[in-house]
T-cell receptor
């Protein structure tokens, strides 16, 4: 039982390049989330997926797209990376009821030059 | 918009002392208040949580208190140990149709000096 896994762990991009961050969970959770973590700003929600087949914008969705590929997998895509997207990205999942802890992946550290 | 303020941003204590981290929230609909611990190079991990129908909860050396009227909640760590050194995040969450809205505080970096 690996929990939430993310790939890659580190990535360096040039401005304008695109990439997809992958996330998978093996806990049969309904809901999945993408956050970015910046110094002094905590975790900010980019997009979430309440259940397979649905996605919704969070607090900071601009410049990102997501795909809920199936119940296990939720990917985050940067179509044209910008230096402002340099951050640490975390994927998380929850079981789906009202009160539920979020299980986080180990994070992807992305640098955009 | 809704926000969660967390203080202090940095806290340094001597081993064995207590540490207190305080948060305030603005969304009256918040009904679930988790605390996460993040160690270096890892994702946040839940350490304790409290729901809006409870005023206090304790788990060994960790306790959380909630004042819904004042929209305050706090984390208390007693008898601190070097392994408590980490970044701690408070959060406030409310049920939301089709998903869950969780707002995180900016984090507190706790140093426990041996």
């Amino acid at each position: 039982n690996a929990g939430v896994t993310q790939t890659p762990k580190f990535q360096v991009l040039k401005t304008g390049q695109s990439m997809t961050l992958q996330c998978a969970q093996d806990m049969n959770h309904n809901s999945m989330y993408w956050y970015r973590q910046d110094p002094g700003m905590g975790l900010r929600l980019i997009y979430y997926s309440a259940s397979e087949g649905t996605t919704d914008k969070g607090e900071v969705p601009n410049g990102y797209n997501v795909s809920r590929l199936n119940k296990r997998e939720f990917s985050l895509r940067l179509e044209s990376a910008a230096p402002s997207q340099t951050s640490v990205y975390f994927c998380a999942s929850t079981g789906g009821s009202t009160y539920n802890e979020q299980f986080f992946g180990p994070g992807t550290r992305l640098t955009v030059l | 918009g809704e926000n969660v303020e967390q203080h202090p941003s940095t806290l340094s204590v001597q081993e064995g002392d207590s540490a207190v981290i305080k948060c305030t929230y603005s969304d009256s609909a918040s009904n679930y208040f988790p605390w996460y611990k993040q160690e270096l190079g890892k994702g946040p991990q839940l350490i304790i949580d409290i729901r809006s129908n409870v005023g206090e909860k304790k788990d060994q050396r960790i306790a959380v208190t909630l004042n819904k009227t004042a929209k305050h909640f706090s984390l208390h760590i007693t008898e601190t140990q070097p392994e408590d050194s980490a970044v701690y995040f408070c959060a406030a969450s409310s049920g939301h149709t089709g998903g869950f809205k969780t707002i995180f505080g900016a984090g507190t970096r706790l140093f426990v000096k041996a």
